[in-house]
């Protein structure tokens, strides 16, 4: 069973995602985590990501597709997987599109994760990180013991510059522009599924499995 995760940043598709891999053990495959993998190793191709990622752009096509194809022809994909953040424009959509056909596959379900820029807006600009240990919090939904205060290491809690309003914007708008077709591209193909990621974290995955079948 190979799944794409649709939703705009910050709708809770990495979230959902990782409850599916588990729910259904199959791998989890994020381009969020290859590209965080890369950076913290310093390599060109991490460098050139950051760059784009930093900026509230879109990682080019061609930093992507070659990663992401490799992965899912790994033996633990055998079962199937959970794409999250990749298809991410047309382009990218067509070319897995053709490259599953090659190997006489095809992607099952593209689950988007509808939630209203407002709400995006709001539920991301709350988030606080530990940049020391990596822990996150929420001033509203996950608040830490001590306003301010990382509750596994002490150290000051702080708004990164992707949850800045402003930033969260922007990428809002590059997703509206270049990302959003895809729901009308799988939605011709047959395979599309929307779920209201306004509801509940476990709500949204219920209805996920709902679905996808027990």
């Keep these: 069973m190979k799944i794409i995760m649709l939703g705009a940043p910050g709708a809770g598709k990495g979230t959902q995602a ?3 891999a588990a ?8 381009t969020g985590d290859i590209f965080r993998a890369n950076i913290k190793n310093g390599t060109e191709l991490g460098m050139k990501a950051k760059a784009f990622m930093d900026a509230g752009g879109l990682v080019p096509d061609e930093i992507t597709i070659g990663m992401l194809l490799d992965r ?3 033996a633990d994909c055998a079962k199937g997987c959970v794409l999250d953040g990749f298809p991410r424009t ?7 599109t053709k490259a599953l056909k090659d190997m006489g596959e095809s992607i099952d379900y593209a689950v988007n994760v509808d939630v209203p820029d407002e709400s995006i807006i709001r ?16 001033i509203v939904y996950n608040v830490p013991k001590t ?9 000051q809690l702080v708004l990164r510059d992707d949850d ?7 990428r809002l708008d590059v997703y509206h522009e270049q990302t959003q077709p ?12 929307e779920v209201d990621g306004t509801m509940d974290m476990e709500e949204v995955f219920q209805a996920i499995v709902r679905i996808l079948g027990a």
């Design 18 to 20: 990782k409850k599916i």
């Design 23 to 30: 729910k259904y053990q199959i791998p989890h495959i994020s």
């Design 72 to 74: 899912i022809q790994e």
């Design 90 to 96: 047309i382009p990218q959509a067509e070319s897995l």
């Design 123 to 138: 539920r991301m600009s709350g988030r606080r990180a530990c940049l020391a240990c990596g822990s996150t919090y929420h």
């Design 147 to 155: 306003e301010g205060v990382c509750d596994v290491c002490g150290q």
């Design 164 to 170: 800045k309003p402003e930033t969260v914007k922007k």
């Design 182 to 193: 895809l729901i009308d591209y799988y939605k011709k193909t047959g395979v599309l599924a």
